[in-house]
């Protein structure tokens, strides 16, 4: 069967575009292919700087043949029903339709529509122009002459070339003509930019990556990488050194070139008086080049690693001149703005107030930022205040849920004051990514607690789904609060999440709070820490903050709050293998200590694991069933009532009720000790008296108060599940 070469050949494409580039190209194409009736069997993407490039193997040489009836109207129809059938079917006249009969409906029309199969190159020739056209990328341009003309080629550089051959492996292969915007296709490509330019004929993959590796091109991303980074391994060892690994500048590094050539530089090492985190940041950001680090130590050297496109005549020694040069220059700037934080600010004077409002030491620099980001007023939302405003709430919410999660609140206060102070420094200024980490660095400079400097920097996290949460009591008081914060504030103002759109990143603020909670193990009653947020607006608590001018009754939202850390919840139970049926059976509106509901769900799941645990949900989903059945003609709650004892008159349904009169009192002692596998566990034990009841009783007994007595029995096994779970929500 024969195999697709594809390659798209253009300037640079930006390195963060070209994975998911390549693979849009992949599911482009084979959705074509699949849409017109071919098949393939196997299809893999391909991509460096200058190219996008598909390998399809095993394509169906023709589509098959097609035959589909279509019925149309009766013999006897009106005219412009019968005319109207021709259109749709495609016929010139009603003698190419056929005349079926039907005994009941009598003779019919029917068009049988013959496609014929067509050849997987005329399919392909087709479908390749509009692919190209109509390509994905989130940013492209027009290029040339041809810009000027409405409807000319977007793309994301200017399109150079298009290679397309489609062949068998034992045959000569053929170019699949098409053309887009004067670019032909054809079977040339074209190696390294610098060391083999000129034309390259290909006929299909295998000698496509041979010749493109004789041109200096390395076609497979994942070899580049693997390439880079042994290499960079090596050449740090040669040093005695240790490269720092960083898979993100990996990845970006792979796309930037084709012929990887790393090479070792080095800078002064008085610039290592920088913290490591601002050294690693201005090499990655400015010059996409590795540090490295001493392996006993851990502390990073005046060695990096630059990745070359190029094997220079002169081993490099040029290149790695000009970097460096680059980076030193980097480097200085970053290593004054790194002085310049540990210096006074010049307007200490008209710090005092603002000093005084938090309680701040203005002989210490980060509380001097803190002194300045309240004094200018920086605004964290029209409706919510300024940033001081916010950090003052903050602080309170953080002194509160301080006992709450094993953190002293004087500890959990002053980590929270100092907590957004980097905002203002020099080196946050320059580099946003080390806020947080640069507020830990300048609080340990100024002697305070280990526990509140760590705060500072981890009050931020989680940032992501497989980001670390802070496990240190003052650090998960303060995160806590800083995103009970967010998620109160924006829901008072009515600035929810809707649809695709979280400018204010609210779901992974609520996340962040369940993961908090979840992995240490954390009790938390949220309907009490939003109602102390909405205390803390009140002007006779608030020292510092101006009062949102919001009414009270309208700011209390909750309730709508609770459900959304819900929905959070249960993304992130069916992400950690939860069922979701378990989730809806556990999960009641009320609910607000999430760590309860986990536990019950994890008690739930074990007991449905268990044959006594699967055998009572299937009677007591079919008692729900008929007690649902029966309130259908009684009334929702009919037979809540109690049980009268005098007309229980069989065995099994009098061993049902004092069976679940002693599994309610131990399910209720269970719930009181909140021992949730306790009480699952107890209530498998009525799993016996609930088969044998549906053995021997009749429910809907023809003597009235009897069926009414013995559905109030099955309304009593229903309260008594509801306790832990509602049943009715399980599958199965």
């Not at 640079?12 to 693979?23: D, F, L, N, S, V």
């Not at 013959?114 to 399919?123: H, L, N, Q, V, W």
């Not at 040339?144 to 000319?152: C, D, I, M, T, Y």
């Not at 009490?528 to 919001?550: C, G, H, N, Y």
Request: charged share 30%; glycine share 6%.
């Amino acid at each position: 069967m024969p195999d697709l070469l594809l390659e798209l050949f253009c300037e640079e494409i930006p390195a963060r575009m070209q994975r998911k580039a390549a693979g849009d190209l992949r599911k482009a194409v084979t959705d074509a292919l699949v849409d017109a009736g071919l098949t393939y069997e196997g299809a893999r993407e391909y991509w460096t700087p200058r190219r996008l490039a598909l390998d399809i193997r095993g394509v169906t040489a023709r589509s098959a043949d097609i035959s589909e009836e279509r019925k149309g109207p009766r013999t006897d129809a009106p005219e412009k029903a019968v005319e109207g059938f021709l259109r749709g079917a495609g016929l010139a006249s009603i003698d190419e339709a056929e005349v079926r009969s039907d005994p009941k409906k009598g003779d019919f029309y029917v068009a049988v529509i013959k496609k014929p199969g067509r050849d997987a190159e005329e399919i392909i020739a087709e479908a390749m122009p509009g692919i190209i056209r109509s390509f994905p990328w989130p940013k492209s341009m027009r290029w040339g002459k041809a810009s000027r003309e409405p409807g000319s080629l977007r793309w994301v550089r200017p399109l150079q070339s298009i290679l397309c051959t489609f062949g068998p492996e034992t045959e000569e292969t053929r170019v699949i003509a098409f053309e887009v915007d004067g670019i032909v296709a054809g079977n040339v490509t074209r190696g390294h930019r610098f060391h083999a330019p000129g034309e390259i004929t290909v006929r299909r993959f295998d000698d496509y990556v041979a010749k493109l590796e004789d041109a200096r091109v390395v076609l497979d991303a994942e070899r580049r990488k693997d390439m880079i980074a042994t290499d960079a391994r090596n050449l740090a060892f040669a040093q005695s050194v240790e490269l720092v690994e960083d898979e993100g500048l990996l990845e970006e590094v792979s796309g930037l070139v084709e012929w990887p050539v790393p090479l070792m530089g080095e800078f002064e090492a008085d610039y290592l008086e920088i913290p490591d985190e601002v050294v690693r940041l201005t090499i990655k950001t400015n010059q996409k080049c590795f540090v490295c680090r001493d392996p006993e130590t851990q502390q990073l050297t005046n060695r990096f690693i630059l990745v070359a496109n190029i094997e220079a005549t002169d081993g490099g020694k040029e290149i790695v001149h000009g970097n460096g040069k680059v980076v030193r220059a980097r480097l200085s700037d970053a290593l004054h703005f790194w002085k310049t934080d540990q210096a006074d600010l010049p307007d200490l004077g008209e710090l005092k107030a603002s000093a005084e409002k938090f309680g701040l030491d203005l002989k210490k620099s980060l509380d001097q930022r803190m002194a300045k980001l309240d004094r200018l007023d920086v605004t964290f939302h029209a409706k919510l205040g300024t940033q001081g405003e916010r950090v003052v709430r903050i602080a309170r919410l953080a002194e509160e849920l301080a006992p709450k999660v094993g953190a002293d609140p004087k500890d959990a206060r002053r980590a929270a004051l100092l907590a957004k102070a980097d905002l203002t420094t020099e080196v946050v200024g320059e580099f946003p990514e080390v806020q947080g980490a640069m507020g830990r660095i300048y609080a340990e400079l100024q002697g305070e607690d280990p526990d509140v400097a760590k705060a500072v920097e981890d009050h931020y996290k989680p940032l992501g789904p497989t980001d670390d949460v802070p496990t240190g009591p003052v650090a998960i008081a303060v995160a806590l609060a800083d995103k009970l914060d967010t998620l109160t504030g924006f829901w008072a103002i009515d600035e929810k999440p809707t649809g695709s759109k979280d400018p204010y990143a609210l779901r992974r603020a609520a996340l962040g709070v369940i993961r908090i909670l979840l992995e240490n193990g954390i009790r938390l009653r949220l309907h009490t820490q939003m109602r102390f947020w909405e205390s803390s607006l009140a002007p006779d608590m608030v020292e510092a903050a101006t009062p949102v001018s919001i009414d009270s009754h309208e700011l209390y939202r909750n309730v709508d709050l609770l459900s959304f850390f819900h929905d959070r919840l249960k993304v992130y139970l069916r992400d950690s293998g939860a069922r979701h049926d378990l989730i809806d059976a556990i999960l009641s509106p009320e609910d607000d200590d999430l760590l309860i509901v986990v536990r019950k769900v994890e008690a739930l799941g074990a007991m449905l694991d268990t044959e006594a645990g699967a055998n009572l949900l299937a009677g007591t989903k079919r008692a729900l069933n008929i007690l649902a059945a029966e309130e259908k003609k009684d009334g929702e709650g009919a037979f809540d009532g109690a049980v009268d004892k005098s007309l229980l008159t069989e065995p099994a349904e009098r061993e049902l009720a004092n069976v679940l009169e002693t599994v309610s009192g131990h399910v209720d002692t269970h719930i009181g000790k909140e021992d949730y596998t306790g009480a699952f566990t107890v209530l498998a034990e009525l799993r016996p008296a609930v088969d044998a009841f549906f053995d021997a009783v009749m429910v809907n007994a023809d003597d009235k108060a009897v069926r009414a007595n013995r559905l109030a029995l099955l309304s009593s096994l229903r309260a008594t599940t509801r306790k832990l779970a509602d049943f009715s929500k399980i599958a199965g």
